[in-house]
């Protein structure tokens, strides 16, 4: 299992290129499904998550092809029309094959996801929105199982905003017929980026970045190419790490229209940001200062930016309260820099964390993807070696994180453990 060993203490400086959001290739990886032909993809983020997606749709008959950040699909073969428990229990975004199978093929077979480190996450508002639009759902073995002949446009409101289960059934009303309108909808910059893929694919959408979507239901969408969004949590995690660190980064590629929360919150700790349409400059002389958080939908500050900005916290002046209301159990990496010498008290979803001079090395656990960013940051700033295991995490969501942190002045390895036979 690999590892990652941090000497920290060194500034930053450099260039660090920003690669494809995470979140926005899945969901538009899996609407290939929709296509009776081929998408082409750019600006496909190098990551974990990305080729388990890539594997799951092999294993339907998609064809696909991965130059670089290209990616060609080709859908109009698919022969199995489900999704296994072995891979949807290491990808909990695996549900989102559910929409687009249904729709097309009138059947779905996708197993739960079960639980996942940081809280229950059901999947409750993407049947119920599936059964709104006329399909019948049965829960056998442990598999959601979906049956409709054509879905039916319907209105959908969802009981809480959630960002995969608003494009689950954008995707499964693109094929549908008539008219769906999903109220309480995401707003994310994600469901924003899948909209306009499937636009380009001959999609009726429109109110996509409104909390009220509304899809038309075409016969069939044809072939088509698309690049995916900047990675916004990837531009942040970064802002972070330079936030902790101290040093000036300049972030290429990037949107810094998707960023308003992450930026404003770090202007606060007395980051220094300018901008152009597609690059950032961030400076941090001295340390940080504290700022407060509570994690909301969008536009609203994003809980996947919580263990990073708490890294932060960590080594500023003052004291912070944060406050994580998306998942309830989102405070794993807690522990964690508590053993790096961080003071942090938890109450219930809320906590404060008293800035502290400095941070020492250790050996710590990351326990999720955004919790192993927040580890690896601290790592940064703390004062000899940290070593953080479980980066498998990591891996699931960062393009190559530490060859961009190496290239800019960290002093940072991969440590590969071989495990004997
Ligand atoms: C997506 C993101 C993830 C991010 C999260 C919140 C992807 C692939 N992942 O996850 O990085 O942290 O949004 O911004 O885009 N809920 C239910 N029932 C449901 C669906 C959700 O109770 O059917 C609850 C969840 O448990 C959670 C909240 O709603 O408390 C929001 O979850 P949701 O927006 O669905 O998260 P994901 O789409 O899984």
Redesign the pocket.
Known sequence: MDKLLIHGGHSLKGEVPISGA???A??ILCAAILVPGTLELDNVPNLQ?VGTTLRLLERMGVKSDRDGSKVALDASQITHLEAAYDLVKTM??S??VLGPLLARFGEARVSLPGGCA???????????GLQALGARIEIEHGYVVARAKRLRGARIV??????????NLMMAATLADGETIIENA?R?P?VVDLAAALTALGARIRGAGTDRIVIEGVQALHSGAYRVMPDR?ETGTFLCAVAAAGGSLRLTGCDTAALDATLDKLRETGLVIESGTDWLQATMSGRPRSVDIR?A??PGF???MQAQIMAVNCVAQGTAVITET???NRFMHVQEMVRLGADISIQGNTAVVRGAPGLSGAIVMATD??ASAGLVIAGLVAEGDTLVDRIYHLDR?YDRMERKLAAAGAQIERVRTVVDA
């Open positions: 995470k979140n926005a899945l969901p998550d909990r975004a549900i989102l940081i809280g229950q996450r059901p999947v409750d508002q993407h049947i119920k969802t009981d809480m905003v959630t960002v995969t289960g608003t494009e995401a994310e994600e949590i994690t939908p969008y994003a809980t996947d998306i998942f309830e993807l955004r969501g």
